[in-house]
């Protein structure tokens, strides 16, 4: 039970802070977001803080997925 809330926060965290990242990108205009997002994450340095996002929801979603098959 543990697993399945600790993953679920993580998953919840990751989804916070990427979906802000992305909000933030498209604060520069829906075709410059959409066209070069990957450019524009390297260019305001936040590729790094979107990969630790992206990892962290990876984790949340194995250790909740772990938690629900558990038998204990």
């Known amino acids: 039970m543990n697993k399945i809330i600790f993953g679920g926060i993580c998953m ?3 989804i916070i802070g990427i979906a ?9 205009g829906w075709q410059v977001g959409l066209q070069g997002m990957p450019l524009l ?3 305001l340095r936040l ?4 990969d630790v996002f992206y990892w962290l929801g990876i984790i949340g979603f194995i250790l909740g997925i772990w ?3 558990e038998k204990k």
């Open 41 to 43: 994450l390297e260019q």
């Open 47 to 50: 590729t790094y803080l979107y």
């Open 20 to 28: 802000t990242i992305i909000s933030g990108i498209f604060t520069f």
């Open 67 to 69: 938690g629900i098959f």
């Open 12 to 14: 919840l965290i990751s």
